[in-house]
């Protein structure tokens, strides 16, 4: 009882810091980079939520923001991108290209990244407003709060099946 | 515009003999830090001189032409913002313009001030973006900080107009989607006065910063044949000595009436580029000035008869009973997206050619010609449909000639929209402005290109 | 600017336009793809035309031309939405080229003497090649490229004709009207 009365005190602690000391790595494409960088900078200035460092290599980082549309010539790099990163890992989808594709139903776009790796936030909007990435951002501090120590995610069920492919 | 600040250091020393040297080849991208955009770049090195370089293109590829075949014409209007997405009112404007030039219709003065007014915004945002990119990838972070400072002014300026931030759709086929707002001027003037101290700002921090000014100044050097035998159009070209504008040399809108200057450089080297942008701004602040204190009906239209404002609900309402006397003459209180489309000022800012352009909200709500009018308008295949034929617009978009050229087979979506993309050209110059120079001056030479990939690969 | 672009084309090689318009102002001229090589190079070298600028390159695959069934409209509603005679227009477009499917349009422009002018080559399907204008203007690499990639037309000479948007995986050539709109071919993930 005493034991896992520890592991979870220890689970929230880890939870609070790892939720305040985001380290980002911005895969920036398309338009959405300017509102990305637009919410990075002072005006609305990320930083107050301990998200202000991007780490521009996914071994550093810890949370993999896709940024704009993502084409299917460069999904394998995205996809790469993301495998790189250790665990424990978080992905937001920024903007509707990443959520859905968009209104770029066409040959050339994935409908979304999802398809091919997993999203634990969704910022809809095209691009969406500053104000709505910083409660994307809060709800994915909300959601690394429940982490367990080990880095399993809390609610793996939110995987697409298809992982494999 | 030089500055009399050379390099010291001499960029061609090559190794001392007796090193051993072996040829290294290099990726760099799709996805890279020093890279604001996705593209790949293999450089193959001698030390760390860059022999040769391919450029990977395409990563960002949406198919905005196949797109543009699908929807109506007004429908592309969205998918035009996003090609230069630094600037996307230029980019509607001249789509819009090539439509209206297949249709034969001309819209009135005042839109076309309108217009002008708000592409050098979108043009001051671009270079502000641009500018301020290149330079925290040289490491001047706070110049980066200090520019977006500077663009979310605009940004407020351009939402106020819009309603959107970046993605603005501004522009109709025939005309603008609403008149500037009743205190436009004055807050113009506002954002105008803090751009111009963040512009002095920069200029004070780089323009004479002598790591900034050896890192730039003779790196990523094209000559005027080059740049003219790649198509190399805008800032870019001009920073050689080639004084070609298109709002000067084939003006569109009101460009001739209007007063400014077109900056050159001589060297055509990152700083003449980097000095040709700080001055455009400046020079697009002045279009804007001048074209507010022109336009006719200036900067907020006085419209001596305003009728009784009605809720739109309501209008809508009284018309559906045929009570026609009681909505007569009266102006209808819109939303705030519709804001600056009344009836009033319909006619400033739109095209007198009801073959194109929706009807005032007040005839739409307030008698069956308008309604049916607007929605005959809006039904796929019923709205603009251009007379068989092709035209190719090109207007001066923020990296240069961005040209449309549209065919119409007479139905109600083109039949093909191309763009010609500004930076398509340039990149296509970047192994040539590579090869030779040191691997560090790919950097500065990269972001002096401005590559906005929804542009370059559409 | 006084004697149209158009006739010193005709003027110069007689027999390579085959038709040649000026609609909404845009001079057009109408090549057969021998000559085409010739032509540009007298266009760029021509102290009366000197087109230093190759400033757009293009094709378009006219197959479904006019074919998109035209909605009914109705004609009582007063409003004409239908293509009208009405709009002023001196010189009528000659429409497609005739029994071609393709044709690659050219854009020039001359900084020295700020005129325009278009060439369209048209092409058939059994035989989509033309000469590359590489040697004219360095800008025609990438462009030819694209257009190789997006329509599958040939460009006799080109130095590294190869995919630049789509990726080599990738089969067929989009942009023809016969390659629907959302036929996707990943790399990785579903079809769909
Ligand atoms: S969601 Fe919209 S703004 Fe963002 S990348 Fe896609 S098209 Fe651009």
Not at chain 2, 3 to 29: F, H, V, W, Y
Not at chain 2, 31 to 58: C, F, N, T
Not at chain 2, 156 to 171: F, I, N, S
């Amino acid at each position: 009882m005493f034991d896992s009365f520890l592991t979870s005190r220890l689970d929230a602690a880890l939870g609070w810091a790892r939720k305040y000391s985001i380290f980002q790595y911005p895969f920036v494409t398309a338009c959405c980079g300017m509102e990305y960088m637009a919410t990075a900078c002072a005006h609305y200035d990320i930083d107050r939520f301990g998200a202000g460092l991007p780490r521009f290599s996914p071994r550093q980082a810890d949370v993999l923001f896709v940024v704009g549309t993502i084409s299917h010539k460069l999904a394998p790099a995205l996809k790469r991108i993301h495998d790189q990163m250790a665990e424990p890992k978080w992905v937001v989808a920024f903007g509707v290209c990443t959520c859905t594709g968009g209104f770029y139903d066409n040959y050339a776009t994935v409908m979304g990244i999802d398809t091919f790796m997993p999203v634990d936030v969704y910022i809809p909007g095209c691009p969406p407003r500053p104000e709505m990435v910083l409660d994307g951002l809060m709800k994915l501090q909300n959601k690394i709060q429940d982490q367990h120590t080990t880095g399993r995610r809390a609610a793996a069920e939110s995987r697409p099946d298809n992982l494999e492919l | 515009m030089t500055t009399d600040l050379e390099p010291k250091t001499d960029k061609t020393q090559s190794a001392p003999a007796e090193l051993e040297t072996r040829e290294m080849m290099l990726n760099i991208g799709p996805a890279h830090p020093a890279m604001h955009g996705i593209i790949r770049i293999v450089a193959k090195l001698d030390g760390e001189k860059i022999q040769s370089a391919e450029v990977e293109i395409g990563y960002l590829h949406r198919a905005f032409e196949k797109m543009a075949e699908t929807v109506d014409y007004n429908g592309v209007i969205p998918y035009t913002d996003r090609l230069n997405y630094c600037s996307p009112v230029i980019n509607n404007m001249g789509y819009c313009m090539a439509v209206e030039k297949l249709l034969g219709i001309e819209v009135p003065e005042r839109c076309h001030y309108v217009r002008v007014i708000l592409s050098e915004i979108s043009r001051i945002s671009d270079h502000l973006t641009c500018v301020g990119a290149s330079a925290m990838e040289l490491g001047a972070f706070s110049v980066f900080l200090y520019m977006i400072k500077a663009r979310e002014y605009l940004w407020e300026l351009v939402e106020k107009v819009t309603g959107a931030r970046l993605t603005v759709t501004y522009c109709r086929v025939g005309g603008v989607k609403a008149d500037l707002p009743d205190d436009f001027a004055e807050p113009c003037a506002k954002a105008f006065e803090e751009t111009r101290k963040v512009i002095d700002e920069v200029h004070g921090l780089l323009t004479r910063n002598r790591i900034f000014v050896d890192r730039m100044s003779g790196t990523g050097v094209i000559s005027q044949e080059d740049a003219i035998s790649y198509g190399i159009t805008g800032p870019f070209l001009r920073s050689t000595g080639v004084e070609y504008d298109v709002r000067k040399d084939c003006p569109y809108a009101v460009y001739d009436r209007l007063p400014f200057d077109v900056p050159v450089g001589s060297r055509g080297d990152n700083m003449d580029r980097y000095l040709v942008r700080m001055e455009e701004m400046e020079q697009s602040m002045r279009i804007v000035e001048a074209a507010l204190r022109d336009m006719p009906g200036g900067p907020v239209l006085v419209n001596p008869e305003t009728g009784r404002a009605i809720p739109a609900a309501e209008m809508v309402d009284l018309a559906k009973v045929g009570n026609i006397a009681a909505i007569s003459g009266a102006c209808a209180k819109i939303g705030p997206t519709l804001e600056g489309s009344e009836k009033a000022v319909h006619a400033s800012i739109a095209a007198d050619e009801k073959r194109a352009f929706l009807p005032p909200k007040e005839d739409t709500y307030g008698n069956i010609e308008g309604l049916m009018h607007h929605f005959k308008l809006v039904m796929l295949g019923h709205g603009v449909r251009p007379p068989q034929g092709e035209v190719y617009f090109p207007v001066e978009g923020a990296n240069g000639e961005l040209g449309f050229y549209v065919v119409s087979d007479g139905s109600g979506s083109a039949y093909r929209v191309r763009v010609r993309p500004p930076c398509f050209a340039i990149m296509s110059a970047l192994p040539k402005l590579l090869v030779g120079g040191m691997m560090a001056d790919m950097v500065p030479t990269f972001g002096s290109v401005n590559m906005i990939g929804g542009e370059l690969d559409r | 600017m006084n004697t149209s672009l158009i006739e010193l084309v005709k003027e110069r090689f007689p027999t390579a336009a085959s038709s040649s318009h000026t609609y909404r102002g845009d001079e057009t001229v109408v090549l057969r793809r021998e000559l085409l090589l010739e032509v540009a190079r007298f266009l760029k070298e021509d102290p009366a035309l000197q087109m230093n600028f190759l400033m757009d390159l293009t094709a378009v695959d006219y197959s479904t031309f006019g074919k998109s069934p035209s909605p009914a409209f109705f004609a009582s509603s007063g409003v004409a939405v239908s293509p009208s005679s009405q709009i002023p227009d001196k010189d009528p477009w000659p429409g497609p080229p005739a029994e071609a499917r393709f044709a690659v349009v050219y854009h020039f422009y001359s900084l020295k003497h700020k005129h325009r002018l278009r060439l369209v080559v048209p092409l058939n399907e059994t035989d989509l090649e033309v000469d590359t204008l590489t040697s004219l203007w360095a800008g025609a690499n990438w462009l030819e490229r694209e257009v190789w990639d997006m329509f599958g037309i040939r460009f006799r000479g080109h130095p590294d004709l190869t995919r630049i948007l789509m990726y080599e995986e990738f089969e067929g050539h989009p942009l023809r009207k016969d390659y629907p709109v959302n036929k996707r071919q990943p790399l990785i993930g579903p079809v769909n």
